[in-house]
């Protein structure tokens, strides 16, 4: 099962329309330097993030999975000035440890995830024409059923890829901002404390999948 | 004019109540290494925000002003293990600049500005008691009356002070964990691309005010 985005209460950025936009599956060519049309790539995702539960420990699981991201209309033609607007509309990475159990993370649909692609204001010095930096904004829902949890983050977790050459940005590194820690929450307590924290997430984004692959 | 979270619609941490806690203003002494009890801190603060606009330029702004911030009754008595909640209950901030003109930055009234206080799972080595992190996730208006725009932010500006030895941290420097760039949108067309950029914020903490220098 996977979590669709429907009327979110939370906008974490620009929505992008998903009307009359192909799914790209397995064999989409993706050129370099280029602005693509819209299109809704279905990527692999993997991730490595660590949890902190006050006064019990500190857990690193490794998650797999997919997304399905949304982009829009590039704002122009050339790739310099082009500024590429994206939705994520699903996610679903599993993830096991011996002590959390199970973990599968889904979006949250009460949030919209949201982010950009384009040129940064302080770019990397370079050769060729300049990379960009790409960014979403997430809210996520963590279930851990072992621990009969269900957590979500109140702050978004902003995932950055640094040096962006292709649009999507299949086989990049990139990382959660997070500053120390990211509160979770119980989602059935949103308003009390937080349960946990994330206190790291690293991830790589995958290429495209065939059509069966995405649930 | 300031701005009073009211019904918030987004709400970035735990809500900490107002009732009963009593408003602290210079005088108040604080204690390092101790948890106080509940208060709402009356503090000046001063911020140096660099902002982006696509096309246009980056412009750096010197921001001088006032928080006020309510704090939870402490979860623990000892430092070591407290957790202290915190919400954002108003702020305001100006700043001026010749291009941008002048700008006040008060809280979004739709967005309930939260963080906490408490020991980091990644504690700085020294000696004495531990040091603890401080964050905030805040929801602003940048209003720009020369360019006739009002700014929000859809992301949260998370603000930090590390080495927190007193609470509240008056006179700590902090810094927002903004990476590379955070969007700004119109105020009156939220959904639309954004159309500036925070690139850099740092500010500090200031003291406690007299009761009569809060508008």
New interface residues.
Partial sequence: MSTPTQKP???????VTTDGVPNLYSGTEVQPWTTPDPGIDNLGISSIDTF?VPGVG?YTVPFDGYVRVVRSQP?ATEWANA?V?TNLIEMRMTGESEELGRITVTLNPECLS?G?I?T???PYAGEGPAAK?C?M?VGAIFDMPKLGLQLIN???I?L?IDDVRQIPPAGSPGKG?I???L?L?DIRR?????VA?V?SLRFTMGGYLPKEQIA
């Fill in positions: 209460s939370v906008v974490y950025g620009r929505p902190a500190e704002t500024e607007y949201a950009q384009r940064p204001f302080d930096a960014r904004a109140k702050e978004p902003i950055t901002q500053y120390r820690m509160p929450h949103p308003d009390d404390d937080p924290y206190t």
